[in-house]
């Protein structure tokens, strides 16, 4: 897999990253590539009797068109509905005998099927996820069912007017591109796509090459390199594979109002911002946490605090993309309020581009994205999520490592470049309550 690198494109940081990258080869991970391509890693971490289990997938919503929007999510679902060996019932049971939780699904990089379990019971866990991942049934009944909930969390989505809204400036931001869809698809296509669909989609994606195995908890790594070479070794290899690479979106820029009934008028403000390999990505990261970044945020102080123009504020970006990743500014308001927030925020955005972040704006900006990443990786669950994630989508298991050395030295000049580079052409959604039925 292709590596991604990370810079902010300065001499201090270059030197800062290239120390980050030998720093981060911490002891207790192992990377082991079996001989048909598949990834293993393996964090030995003995402080809990516990270990939780990562299998990812290069698939995902990046990868899907309008006509099979959601079939990842959609097909990981389906495979925990029993196997080859076990109906639905008796495969659930297997894990809960144990102790264990095993759940799968999509998202827009990468499909996982995950587990945790006591770590004595650690082998039968990393079976049963191997059952999953290499003999799903995906048996008519049990897909039907699966496409049952599916269209009721859809549905959920497009009531909740946040969601719905949210869904709606991506639409506008992205156009076309993949991004510009959620990762559970759409109505439409959820309802057409067919068990041939989904189980031709299932041999298209799942090849060792794409795949990558993360163990994380009391485990001992040379044990784990075994069993997952007699559980998966038997996967054959195949040619290597080119990802397609996507055209940049070039957003219009443009205003829309939607009405519908909501107790509250919703405001949002979207950018497209840069992927992991963009030199100004951790500046980008920087920049959002200093708009809305909790209460100390710009937009916190200023709308809610001072003006009392917000029920809810803050800045949204996604939490890690190849590509061209969105940053969106939202605002929840009273509909009365709703032309002097949307101006508010405005003012707020521009103000981002005019006025440098003060020093201890800098300093709280840096610590809080640098706390957000510490404190989602606190147990091992998170930590194989993580290993796997960035592994799977060639950034390299020791990303988070090398990227919280480069949040450490984003200067005030770092994030008004990227304040200038990307907050510009705004593409604005106003959700406006109605009372109308």
């Given at each position: 897999?292709?590596?991604?690198g ?17 720093a981060?080869?911490e002891?207790?991970?192992?990377r ?6 598949m990834?293993?890693?393996v ?58 939780t095993?759940?799968a ?7 996982e ?25 995906l048996e ?12 009721g969390?859809?549905?959920?989505r ?13 639409r ?8 510009g869809?959620h990762y ?24 060792p090459?794409?795949m ?48 519908r009934?909501?107790?509250?008028a919703?405001i ?49 970006v ?29 003012h ?18 840096k ?14 669950a ?56």
């Amino acid at each position: 897999m292709r590596r991604i690198g990370l810079s902010l494109g300065s001499a201090v940081l270059a030197l800062g990253l290239a120390a980050g990258g030998a720093a981060a080869q911490e002891p207790q991970v192992t990377r082991h590539v079996l001989p048909n391509g598949m990834t293993v890693l393996v964090r030995e971490s003995p402080a809990v009797p516990a270990v939780a289990v990562s299998l990812q997938v290069r698939a995902g919503s990046r990868f899907e068109t309008e006509t099979t929007a959601g079939i990842t999510n959609f097909l990981h679902r389906a495979m925990l509905r029993g196997t080859a060996k076990r109906t639905a019932e008796q495969f659930a049971t297997s894990y809960e005998d144990i102790g264990g939780t095993l759940d799968a699904g999509g998202e827009v990089e990468a499909a996982e099927v995950r587990g945790q379990t006591l770590a004595r019971n650690w082998e039968t866990l990393l079976a049963l996820i191997a059952e999953a991942a290499l003999e799903p049934a995906l048996e008519q009944e049990e897909i039907e069912r699966e496409r049952r909930l599916l269209l009721g969390q859809i549905k959920s989505r497009a009531d909740a007017p946040f969601s719905f809204t949210f869904d709606a400036v991506l639409r506008d931001l992205y156009g076309p591109h993949p991004y510009g869809r959620h990762y559970l698809g759409h109505k439409e296509s959820i309802e057409r796509l067919t068990r041939d669909e989904l189980r031709a989609h299932y041999r298209a994606i799942y090849r060792p090459e794409r795949m990558v195995l993360a163990v994380s908890g009391q485990v001992e790594r040379g044990r784990v390199i075994k069993v997952a070479e007699r559980l998966f070794g038997r996967m054959a290899r195949s040619a290597p594979h080119a990802e397609d690479a996507l055209a940049v979106p070039e957003p219009a820029g443009e205003r829309r109002i939607i009405e519908r009934r909501a107790q509250q008028a919703q405001i949002l403000v979207g950018y497209i911002g840069p992927g992991l390999s963009d030199s100004l990505y951790p500046a980008v990261r920087v920049l959002a946490a200093t708009l809305g970044g909790g209460m100390a945020g710009r937009l916190f102080v200023e709308l809610r605090d001072r003006r009392g123009l917000a029920y809810s504020t803050g800045v949204v970006v996604p939490p890690f993309r190849t590509g061209p990743a969105f940053f969106v500014a939202y605002l929840g308001t009273a509909p009365a309020n709703a032309a002097a927030a949307e101006a508010g925020v405005l003012h707020e955005l521009e103000r981002a581009r005019a006025a440098p972040v003060t020093a201890e704006e800098l300093a709280r900006a840096k610590a809080y994205v640098r706390g957000q990443l510490s404190m989602d990786r606190r147990t091992n669950a998170r930590q194989a999520w993580y290993l796997a994630f960035f592994e799977v989508v060639g950034a390299g298991w020791d990303f988070p490592e090398r990227y919280a050395r480069a949040i450490e030295v984003v200067t005030a000049a770092d994030v008004a470049r990227a304040a200038e580079r990307y907050l510009t052409r705004p593409t604005v959604v106003v959700l406006q309550p109605t009372t109308q039925r």
